[in-house]
């Protein structure tokens, strides 16, 4: 299946706290990945169930995929991708 991607409005800031290089690095892999293997990423368990991961160097994109859309939610490095997640899915 071939996916759209959107993001959510909160991502410019992830986006903005990396290099210019990095972010560039990560839409790249975003853009040339998750449309045609969206839904071949891990999820999530627990309270984000319904959630999925990829990974591009040592950043984590956590995504969901609703309707043929898969929506960036966040972009962090793992040890604070989780960090208050709940504020940013619910």
Request: net charge positive.
């Given at each position: ?32 990945k ?25 950043y ?31």
């Amino acid at each position: 299946m071939n996916y759209k991607i959107a993001f959510k409005k909160s991502v410019s800031r992830d986006l903005k706290k990396l290099g210019k290089d990095q972010a560039e690095r990560i839409l790249k892999e975003i853009e040339e990945k998750l449309p045609e293997k969206a839904d071949t990423f891990p999820p999530l368990k627990g309270k984000f169930t319904g959630l999925r991961k990829f990974r591009v160097g040592n950043y984590r994109v956590i995504y969901a995929i609703i309707e043929g859309i898969a929506i960036i939610h966040r972009i962090s490095q793992p040890h604070r991708c989780i960090k208050n997640m709940a504020n940013r899915v619910r």
